[in-house]
């Protein structure tokens, strides 16, 4: 499986922004697709995550009534809609795929794109 991420980038404060997180290879339904975002200095924090099959998502509290995730399976893509973005949401974002126990547990990802960048100012 490979993770393209895109649409990362500057905004304002109180700004949106739109990712997307495009897969490829064998996907499975049964996956879950998440985004984790790591500032300079700081480690991988997950931030939102979304099953394939059913849609069921899970929001960390910081994001939960700002960020929302979609995704389209025909076209094999998941989106992060970002509005009123804040400073402290500035960081590499990364999206990632597999089977994990925790939604937001980075140990349970097995495949990762390259990241994309958001920068809030």
């Known amino acids: 499986v490979q993770l393209v991420e895109s649409g990362g980038g500057s905004a304002q404060t109180g700004g949106s922004l739109r990712l997307s997180c495009v897969l490829s290879?064998?996907?499975?339904?049964?996956?879950?697709v998440a985004w984790f975002r790591q500032a300079p200095g700081k480690g991988r924090e997950g931030v939102a995550a979304?099953?394939?099959?059913?849609?069921?998502?899970y929001y960390i509290p910081s994001v939960k009534d700002r960020f929302t995730l979609s995704r389209v399976n025909r076209k094999n893509t998941v989106y992060l809609q970002m509005d009123n973005v804040q400073s402290e949401d500035t960081a590499m974002y990364y999206c990632?795929?597999?089977?994990?126990?925790?939604?937001?547990?980075?140990?349970?990802?097995?495949?990762w794109g390259q990241g994309t960048q958001v920068t809030v100012s």
């Open positions: 979304i099953h394939l099959e059913d849609g069921t998502t």
């Open positions: 990632a795929a597999g089977l994990p126990q925790n939604a937001v547990e980075p140990s349970g990802y097995t495949y």
């Open positions: 290879g064998y996907t499975s339904t049964r996956y879950w």
